[in-house]
Structures are given as C-alpha cells and as structure tokens.
C-alpha cells in the first residue's frame, strides 16, 4: 500500500508527485479522522455567500463536464494531515457518490477522487484565518490550481478579491486582473445587487464573456418574465384578432346596407320608368 502522505502532499521537495487515485484496496483506514464538527459558518453574510458560489452551478450552469461544488466540507489529503475547509471548492471530472451518509463520503478526500479540487475560495470574515498566509501554502500542497481570496470587508488587503495559481510547487499572486479559471470555462466577478433580500458586493460566478451563472431563483424569475411576456403577446394577439374580426364583420355590414340601399333604389327606379312608359313618357327624353 502506498503512503498516502507521501502520495498526496507535495512539499517543495516533492514537487515532481504527480497525484493518482488510490484503488480502494489501498485506500486508507479514516476511523481516527473527525469529517465534521458541528461548528457553525463564522455569519450570515458567509453562509448566504457560500450557497451564492454553489447553488447557481448545479441550477443553471450549462456543461456536458461532471462536477462537484461544495461549501464549508472537509478537503483532506493526508491521513494524518489536517484538513482545510475552503468555504467553496469546485472539482471538475467527478461526481458525488449516490449515497452520501458513509463516513467516506461526507468529505472531499483526495485519495479517494483521484485528484484535487481546480478551485478552492475563502471568504474572510477577520483577521485570525490566515486567508493569505498559511492556507496559501497549504493549497500549494494540495496542488489546488486556483484560489481566491473574497474580502467583502477588506480585512487582509484593500483588494475585495485576489486570485493566486498553483506555479510548480507554489502558489503565486496573479496580478493580471483576470479571475478566469480556464480548467473550468468560468470566471469569477464581483457583482452589487440583491441576493436574498441582502443588498451587498458579492462573488459570483460568470461566464467568460461575464455573463453570471444564474441562481435557481433568477432563471425562475425570468422564466415568469419570458411566459408572463408570450402570455401578454397571446393577449395582444387574440385582441387583435378580435378587432380585425369586429372590423370584418363592420365591413360586412356596411357592404350588406350598401348592397340594400343599391336594391332598393333599383326597385324604385325600375317602377318610376314603367311609370312613366306608362303614361306616354320616354325616360330617356329626360335626360
């Protein structure tokens, strides 16, 4: 059996690991190991930012590409490491397993998928987490290829959000500006509006051209707009049918009258000259 400390972190020394899933034959025992403790996200902001980095994949994300996004779980690679527990992790190419109670699965363990997650995101709340010190390092290990810092408050830095990838063996700041995850086709972006009745700066997933990833509760809100739109087309449709009938119908009217009128005024015609042939007249001398 291999080691899976040895397999699965990559200190600078051990830069030239290349990680590999473990056959469940090898996999190892995790009896000692704690996947959950109870304890509570830091605020409501967090946990309302969380879902907003999730929930929009699995409701209107548009990819042929299995995927797992989780929020606030355990990301162990290490039997005997501790864990980091990115507030949201995005692993391409995997899937959940159906049945999530077993202990092995309530966590992402990286021996177990084959591979790490290609992003990980903390969201800061204060100063002690060591967003941008220790985790840096520790992501570095894991061989996560891209993590974001989201710092609504600007407790590390004045930059809201900073993007590092995974260089070799180290996890170096990109300064380009560009929060672009090309493994995935998806970017990240800051956007200001209203999210659960919370108006606030928030991180949100888009598109490469910026286009957002919707939430469930948007893509349902425009489908209202898009049927409650074609049902008042449709009524605008039937109305107007109805006057172009009305109008059809006026106009048949009329041309019946007219039709009546044109009838009648033959009918007297016809009688005044019999009339007057009757009487010796010619109607033609007239004029």
């Not at 830069?15 to 509570?40: F, K, M, N, R, Y």
């Not at 509760?217 to 049927?227: F, G």
């Amino acid at each position: 059996m291999q080691d899976p400390e040895t397999l699965l972190s990559s200190s600078p020394q051990q830069s030239d690991v290349v990680l590999q899933p473990l056959p469940p034959e090898d996999w190892p025992s995790i009896d000692h190991i704690i996947t959950e403790d109870g304890a509570p996200v830091d605020n409501v902001f967090s946990e309302k930012q969380m879902r907003l980095l999730t929930e929009p994949l699995y409701s209107s994300w548009t990819t042929d590409r299995l995927f797992v996004a989780l929020s606030n779980v355990g990301l162990f690679y290490g039997v005997d490491l501790p864990p980091l527990v990115p507030d949201m992790l995005l692993s391409m190419n995997v899937r959940l397993p159906e049945n999530l109670f077993p202990k092995l699965h309530r966590s992402y363990f990286v021996w177990k998928y084959g591979k790490p997650p290609e992003v990980a995101i903390e969201v800061v709340s204060n100063r002690r987490g060591g967003e941008d010190t220790d985790k840096v390092l520790r992501y570095a290990d894991i061989r996560v290829a891209n993590y974001f810092i989201f710092d609504p408050e600007r407790h590390l830095s004045d930059q809201p959000l900073r993007a590092f990838r995974l260089q070799g063996s180290k996890m170096v700041a990109d300064t380009s500006g560009s929060f672009i995850v090309p493994e995935v086709g998806l970017a990240l972006t800051l956007w200001e509006g209203n999210f659960e009745s919370t108006d606030a700066s928030w991180l949100r997933w888009c598109d490469e051209q910026g286009e957002l990833v919707r939430t469930g509760a948007e893509s349902a809100k425009l489908e209202k707009q898009r049927a409650d739109s074609l049902a008042t087309s449709a009524q605008i449709a039937q109305q107007q049918a109805r006057e172009a009938h009305e109008q059809a119908r006026s106009a048949e009217q009329q041309a019946g009258q007219q039709k009546e009128r044109a009838d009648i005024l033959a009918t007297e015609k016809a009688a005044l000259i019999a009339l007057l042939q009757k009487n010796g007249i010619d109607p033609n001398s007239l004029g």
